[in-house]
Structures are given as structure tokens and as C-alpha cells.
């Protein structure tokens, strides 16, 4: 007995009705990108493992889909190694490459092997599927597309203010305009860390913030304490980042609590001009959240995350990053970007019925095929009608007209033209609006005429 087929959990199949709304989402980002100057780049796949590795914080290198070796994977494992169970080392001898884990490492790699082929400050956006080895839930898939858009070679914050801009426009063609765009700086985290006594633990501090949206204040608490961070600046720490205020309140209490920290009084003046770059439509979107913390380890400045009331994880998100180019040998190459989480964002749409009724994996017509002669005249006026710019195709078996007409409507086809001998030779067609169920009786020379009008009145 054959085995029932699978496919690996966190991963999905799409229709084609589906892959035609995934497109929309795709086509409606890149229609935005491009409208702000960015480029199109794509990367392979998989890269070498060590080009990933060390750039996402602990918890992100874990997740990292790597793939054996091509033929005997264990030949270069060390006994010991495998002996003791040290999957850590024990990985990196049997595997080499691994499935990409976001956009933004490759493309910092892809910059620095092409630089000379580049013009700086370069504008690029990129959607193509990653993969994680997470724990799948709703929202969360162990492969998914991301729609990235930075651009590097420029610190300038004008950037992070287009970036938000552009943020903002995507989500209002996508119907999402209600968007909540949440803001923080790497460098303010960074000074708190120091004001408080934990800049010797400024990674692990991070890395338990990140969490603050799932385990809340309390459990950020306790994750610093479990990882030896000292009480008392934990609680100094915690009550820093638990402000509330509106942006202007909460940069001047940040600034007067940060006195002497140059650091963190940069990422306050960063984050100041951000919002005054802003346009006032953009700007009431977006909102200080000093628990935002994303923990990958190369963000250093503007930390952004997206989401909508909704869905309960962010839909978008990205950052500065000062010298990720650096680790692969280009020094002093800033840059920064946001990533749409395309998956989510379709799951989002499609929860709200956002996507256009208009979008359809079928046909405008279909012709009947009624045997040899009538099929090749139809194959030839199908061939017209495509010329037209209308989507058309012929059954291509002569099967029973049930048959036939089944398939007609559960392909959604707007219109059915059945062609058969009496009418091949009163060169006339019928034509059946699927949308009304009205047949009418169409001169061949004038079918094209008739799908305009009727095509035509719709739009």
C-alpha cells in the first residue's frame, strides 16, 4: 500500500486561487519599491553555513536549516565529537551550507563580492522565500516569503524615513492601512543598558526585551535574572523601557535619565529626526515602543516592527545596520531595511476578505470542443480572441457536453462559446454568459466585438 503524500509541517501548498492572491501582495510591494527608485537582486538559496552563522543572536543560529555534505556526511565527523553527542561541533563537520535564513545576511554577502558592479548608496528590494527551523503556529512557518527592501552605502536618516514611507504606502494599497508602526533605537537600548550597570550584558538584555510581547514585563524579569543579569540593574533597566508617553515626552524624560551617555543621547537625536522627516500621514502611524528590542545581533540603530490589531505577530520589520558588510570584509557600509512578511500578510488579507474579488485562476472563455473540424476553427478564433488581450482557451477532448459544461463552471469561466456544426456553418456562435446564465447567437466576425462590450461594461 503506497504511503499517504505529505508534505513537512510549517510548509504549505498553494492553489492556484491562492497563488494568485500571493502574487497581488507581491506585485502591489514591488509596484512601491520600484516607485521609490529601489532595484530588483535575487540570491541562491542556500549559502555556506559560516556566512550565516553568528549573525542572528543565539536563538536565531539554532533555527538555521543547514544540509549535509554530498556523499558520506560523516566521513569528516569526529568520533569523539559524535561520541559525546556534541551536536554543535558535530554539525559544522558534517555541513557546510545551509538554507538562507532571511534576505538581509545574503544581501549584505551579495554586496561585497559585487561592489564594483554596484552604484552606493544602492537601492535594492528582493522576494524570495527563507526558511527556519521554528515551531510552526499561526503566523509562523518553518518556510515563508519575505518582501526586503534596503538600501546601503548611506547613513543618512532620510532613509529611515523614506523606509517608513514606503512601509505606509504598502499597506495602504494592500487595504491595510491601519497599520500600528512601532519604533526604537539600538543605541537608546544600548544606553540604558549602560546607565543601569548591564552594558557587560547588553546581548542577553536584548535578547529577553525581545520577548516582551510574549511573556510580558514580569517574564522579561525573570528571563534576565535566569540568565545572571544583577537584580538591582534589571529593575533600573525594566523601568526604563516600561515608559509610556507620547514621542516628545518620552525622548525628554529618556534624554534627562541618559545624562552622560553619549550613546544613548545619539540614538535619541536619531530617532528626533526620524520622525521630523516624516510626512503627518506617515507620522501618526508611527509610535515609540522602547521594549522593541529585535534581538538579531547586527541591528545598531532604528529598530522598526509592523502590526495590525488583527493578528497576533508582527506583519514587518527591520532596522539599521552599521557594518554587516564589515564581518564579510567591507568596512563602514551602513545600511538599513525592512522585511514584509509576505505569508503573514496573506493570512491577515485573507482573514479580512481583502484581496480583489477580480483576482481568478481562470479564464475569460472557454470553448466547447465539439470534434476535429469544429476544434481547430475554435483553436484559431481562441487564438483571435488571446490576440485581444483576453484569456481563452478550448477543451481539448471532444467529451460529453455535461462533462464539458462541469468543468466550465467549477473553473469559474465567464463565458462558454459552443461552436458546433450547424453553427460552423452559419459561421454564427453561442455564446453563454456563465455571470447571468443569458445565451446569445454571435456572428463569428463579430465575437471579438461582443467580448469587448460585454468585457468592456464590466470595468
Avoid at 204 to 220: C, F, H, N, P, W
Avoid at 257 to 264: A, D, K, P, Q, R
Avoid at 421 to 433: F, G
Wanted: net charge negative.
Amino acid at each position: 500500500m503506497a504511503n499517504k503524500p505529505s508534505i513537512p509541517k510549517g510548509t504549505r501548498d498553494f492553489l492556484p486561487e491562492q497563488s494568485l492572491k500571493r502574487q497581488f501582495i507581491f506585485d502591489t510591494a514591488k509596484g512601491v519599491f520600484q516607485l521609490y527608485g529601489y532595484q530588483p537582486i535575487e540570491t541562491p538559496a542556500m549559502e555556506n553555513l559560516d556566512t550565516l552563522t553568528g549573525k542572528y543572536g543565539e536563538e536565531g543560529d539554532k533555527l538555521i536549516y543547514k544540509i549535509l555534505n554530498n556523499g558520506d556526511f560523516l566521513e569528516k565527523a569526529n568520533q569523539d565529537d559524535l561520541d559525546a553527542k556534541a551536536s554543535n561541533k558535530v554539525a559544522t563537520q558534517i555541513s557546510d551550507r545551509a538554507l538562507r535564513y532571511d534576505l538581509t545576511v545574503p544581501f549584505a554577502r551579495f554586496v561585497v563580492q559585487n561592489q564594483n558592479e554596484l552604484s552606493f548608496p544602492f537601492k535594492r528590494y528582493q522576494i524570495q522565500p527563507v526558511w527556519r527551523a521554528d515551531r510552526p503556529q499561526r503566523g509562523r512557518y518553518r518556510e515563508f516569503y519575505q518582501c526586503d527592501v534596503d538600501v546601503i552605502g548611506s547613513d543618512s536618516l532620510l532613509n529611515e524615513a523614506e523606509l517608513l514611507c514606503i512601509v505606509s504606502d504598502v499597506f495602504d494599497a494592500l487595504g491595510l492601512g491601519d497599520i500600528q508602526i512601532r519604533l526604537n533605537n539600538r543605541k537608546i537600548l544600548s544606553g540604558i543598558a549602560h546607565a543601569t550597570g548591564l552594558g557587560d550584558h547588553f546581548g542577553e538584555m536584548t535578547i529577553a526585551i525581545d520577548k516582551s510581547d510574549k511573556i510580558g514585563v514580569d517574564g522579561v524579569r525573570e528571563e534576565m535574572i535566569k540568565r545572571g543579569l544583577p537584580a538591582a540593574g534589571v529593575k533600573k533597566a525594566l523601568d526604563h523601557i516600561s515608559r509610556k508617553a507620547d514621542a516628545d515626552t518620552l525622548l525628554r524624560m529618556l534624554s534627562g535619565s541618559l545624562t552622560g551617555e553619549l550613546e544613548g543621547q545619539k540614538g535619541i537625536d536619531e530617532m528626533r529626526k526620524t520622525l521630523k522627516a516624516l510626512p503627518p500621514h506617515v507620522r501618526k502611524k508611527v509610535s515609540i515602543d522602547l521594549t522593541l528590542a529585535r534581538g538579531l545581533n547586527y541591528y545598531t540603530g532604528a529598530i522598526i516592527e509592523v502590526g495590525h490589531s488583527k493578528f497576533p505577530s508582527s506583519i514587518c520589520g527591520g532596522g539599521r545596520y552599521d557594518d554587516l558588510t564589515g564581518i564579510f570584509g567591507l568596512k563602514n557600509m551602513s545600511g538599513v531595511g525592512v522585511s514584509f512578511g509576505a505569508d503573514r500578510i496573506y493570512d491577515l488579507m485573507e482573514e479580512l476578505s481583502l484581496f480583489p474579488t477580480t483576482l481568478k485562476a481562470a479564464s475569460d472563455i472557454i470553448f466547447i470542443n465539439f470534434g476535429e473540424t469544429e476544434s481547430l476553427e475554435c483553436m484559431q478564433l481562441a487564438m483571435e480572441l488571446r490576440a485581444e488581450g483576453y484569456s481563452a482557451e478550448v477543451y481539448p477532448d471532444a467529451a460529453k457536453m455535461q462533462k464539458q459544461m462541469k468543468y466550465a463552471d467549477a473553473r469559474g469561466f465567464r463565458f462558454v462559446i459552443l461552436i458546433g456544426s450547424e453553427e460552423l456553418k452559419e459561421e454564427r456562435a453561442n455564446v453563454k454568459d456563465m455571470s447571468t446564465g443569458d445565451q446569445s447567437s454571435v456572428l463569428l466576425s463579430d465575437l471579438n466585438k461582443f467580448i469587448f462590450d460585454k468585457l468592456g461594461s464590466d470595468d
